[in-house]
């Protein structure tokens, strides 16, 4: 069964920075495309930012120059830093896997507070 799980997230002041984490086990299950999309109260589930296998990134033009994706295909992780954190920020964060076929794989989510 593939499961992706997600660290980080909780409470930070405005300008502030934030790591999130998500592992995907089994560690060999293969994803073209590893991501982070948010969705905050009464919105639709945005696309943050992803990357590809072949270190491809994308961000959303609201995080871009603030936010940082990585991905360490080998331990299947991957990495979302967040610096410069806006209240507009806020919302509940959610781990993506692509398949090569196009399959999706969700996390069940970290919740971030941007608050003072």
């Known amino acids: 069964q593939v499961q992706l799980v997600e660290s980080g997230g909780g409470l930070v002041q405005p300008g502030g920075s934030q790591r999130l984490s998500c592992t995907a086990s089994?560690?060999?299950?293969?994803?073209?495309?590893m991501g982070w999309f948010r969705q905050a109260p009464g919105k639709q589930r945005e696309l943050v930012a992803k990357?590809?296998?072949?270190?491809?990134?994308n961000y959303t033009d609201s995080v871009k120059g603030r936010f940082t994706i990585s991905r360490d295909i080998a331990k299947n992780m991957v990495h979302l830093q967040m610096a410069g954190l806006k209240p507009e920020d806020t919302a509940i964060y959610y781990c993506?896997?692509?398949?090569?076929?196009?399959?999706?794989?969700w996390g069940q989510g970290t919740q971030v507070t941007v608050s003072s």
């Open positions: 993506n896997g692509e398949t090569f076929f196009g399959v999706a794989y």
């Open positions: 089994p560690r060999a299950f293969d994803f073209y495309a």
């Open positions: 990357v590809n296998n072949n270190g491809i990134t």
